[in-house]
């Protein structure tokens, strides 16, 4: 068997990441229309939610320049389509797709917003004031009862 050089593996995965950037999946950044939004308890809650979960949960993103480079570009169009799809405030009253009263229980168990997005967005990192207020004000504006009391 022949040995496979350091250089010959560098070229070959230079010409696979060349080769990849021609897969046209991840880079249609045009976002859809605002179709309508929730009735907000009050604008605070509202600038907490665009601050920290707007670029994948409204039709509002702001696509970083690495979101154009692939296979980035693949793994942040996943994550943008799958989060509109569960929740997307730009497109409030679609049938059973928006899963409003689930938002402040994913931002009290700490799942929202994800840890690789805060890492590439520090303005989403919210401190434990602004998060305790955006879960207040999440759940007067989707409804205490459906996402629970506790904090």
């Known amino acids: 068997m022949k040995q496979w050089s350091v250089s010959k593996v560098m070229i070959l995965v230079l010409v696979a990441g ?3 950037q021609f897969v046209p999946y991840g880079r249609n950044h045009l976002n859809p229309p605002v179709t ?3 009735p907000w308890d009050r604008t605070r809650t509202r600038e907490l939610f665009f601050q920290a979960c707007k670029d994948c949960h409204s039709n509002e993103t702001v696509w ?3 979101s154009s480079i692939a296979p980035v570009s693949w793994l942040v169009q996943h994550d943008v389509d799958e989060a509109r799809s ?4 730009s497109e ?3 049938t059973g797709k928006n899963k409003g009263k689930d938002a402040a229980e994913e931002l ?3 799942e929202m917003p994800p840890f690789q997005y805060v890492l590439a967005h520090p303005r989403a990192r919210l401190t434990d004031m ?3 207020e955006l879960i207040k ?3 007067n504006t989707f409804g205490e009862e459906e996402v629970g009391t506790g904090y």
């Open 92 to 94: 409030w009253g679609r």
């Open 64 to 66: 970083p320049w690495y």
């Open 137 to 139: 004000g999440l759940m």
């Open 86 to 89: 569960e929740f997307n405030v």
């Open 108 to 110: 009290k168990e700490g």
């Open 18 to 20: 060349v080769l990849i």
């Open 130 to 132: 602004e998060k305790a």
């Open 36 to 38: 309508g939004e929730p």
